[in-house]
């Protein structure tokens, strides 16, 4: 599995903050994934996505695992549209990655808790538990309604 540890910094040798800037042509097609640059930003997010599910790149502008995986996280946003997909850098969000151990590391939330995640650069692992959760945000089914005798 390729993963760099979270605060290692890879051999660009900088620590600046992870911009997808040159990312824009791919976060641009994709209508629901976005880009969140605070703790309070993510939170805000959580709590607005109701029933569906919010998959969280946690990734950094030094590790180019992370970069390789956004465009990938936006062709996965088109083929799988019910969740929301958020990109967010480790060290511009410290309370909300600070369970972060490797990046990229990917965070299924439901309903503002945790319920699932995975670390790497593995596509098709991504594909996989988005697949997984994806129904999530349907409505539950109704109620059986007991037959009357």
């Known amino acids: 599995m390729l993963a760099h540890k979270a605060g290692e ?11 997808p800037a040159s990312h824009n042509h791919f976060l641009e097609a994709a209508g ?6 605070t ?6 997010l959580l709590k607005k996505s109701g029933n569906r599910p919010v998959v969280v790149n946690f990734g ?8 390789l995986m956004v465009p990938e996280l936006a062709k996965i946003s088109k083929e799988f549209p019910k969740p929301l997909y958020v990109v ?3 060290d511009l969000l410290p309370e909300t990655s600070k369970h972060v151990k490797y990046t ?4 299924v939330f439901h ?3 945790k319920i699932d995640e995975f670390w790497g650069s593995n596509v098709q692992k991504l594909r996989d538990h988005i697949w997984l959760h994806e129904d999530l945000c349907d409505p539950p089914l ?4 007991p037959a009357k005798r």
């Open 9 to 19: 910094v890879g051999t660009s040798g900088r620590e600046e903050a992870y911009s």
């Open 142 to 145: 109704p109620k059986a309604v």
């Open 60 to 67: 950094a502008s030094w590790c180019e695992h992370c970069k």
């Open 39 to 44: 703790d309070d930003d993510l939170k805000q």
């Open 104 to 107: 990229p590391t990917f965070t």
């Open 88 to 90: 967010a850098d480790v």
């Open 111 to 113: 309903r503002s808790r």
């Open 32 to 37: 629901n994934l976005s880009v969140v640059k």
